[in-house]
T-cell receptor
């Protein structure tokens, strides 16, 4: 099975712009979660989608949004970028059933905001 | 709310040394506990897990035991290798409040040859 795929791997944007990141989960996984990883704050949960519905949300401002499509692929969008949004954004997918709490991560998208 | 606290790094060891990375948690109910590892330039990957009290998770020589009485899940390895250099994350996940995984801050491990 192919793993979780995130695109692009690297992005450079300037303040005020917006950005869209993409995540393709493992085939058959319907849950997709997004995390922001920074040296100062560690790994922070953004939101989780399941069957096209947001099921959980972290404590991030409304500039951070996401969606999930019927094929379980997910996108996250950050509008009006700030310097502090520079981070590694990780996507993880998981299955339902006994293994539902195990997260399978992609390699991440590294976003630099200049 | 639920939380995970793990020892700060970096931890620097010589090859073949014994490794312990401490992890304690706060949670309602009976969460599942995990250790994930992140190698440079990669995402996190599951190292081991335990789903109930007294369970021992093990993989690649690493072990951790779910201790409910001390709310701990310490990671151990008897003899580390240079290839074990990575960042290790302790995490918990429960069914209360919906499906969500809470991660610790991560502990960076350096192993010298």
């Amino acid at each position: 099975k192919a793993g979780v795929t995130q695109t692009p791997r690297y992005l450079i944007k300037t303040r005020g712009q917006q950005v869209t990141l993409s995540c393709s989960p493992i085939s058959g996984h319907r849950s997709v979660s997004w995390y922001q990883q920074t040296p100062g704050q560690g790994l922070q949960f953004l939101f989780e989608y399941f069957s096209e519905t947001q099921r959980n949300k972290g404590n991030f401002p409304g500039r951070f949004s996401g969606r999930q499509f019927s094929n379980s692929r997910s996108e996250m969008n950050v509008s009006t970028l700030e310097l502090g949004d520079s981070a590694l954004y990780l996507c993880a997918s998981s299955s339902e059933g006994r293994a539902k709490n195990i997260q399978y991560f992609g390699a991440g998208t590294r976003l630099s905001v200049l | 709310g639920d939380s995970v606290t793990q020892m700060e790094g970096p931890v620097t060891l010589s090859e073949e040394a014994f490794l312990t990375i401490n992890c304690t948690y706060t949670a309602t109910g009976y969460p599942s506990l995990f250790w994930y590892v992140q190698y440079p330039g990669e995402g996190l990957q599951l190292l081991l897990k335990a789903t109930k009290a007294d369970d021992k998770g093990s993989n690649k020589g690493f072990e951790a035991t779910y201790r409910k009485e001390t709310t701990s899940f310490h990671l151990e390895k008897g003899s580390v290798q240079v290839s074990d250099s990575a960042v290790y994350f302790c995490a918990l996940s429960g069914d209360t409040g919906g499906f969500k995984t809470i991660f610790g801050a991560g502990t960076r491990l350096f192993v010298k040859a």
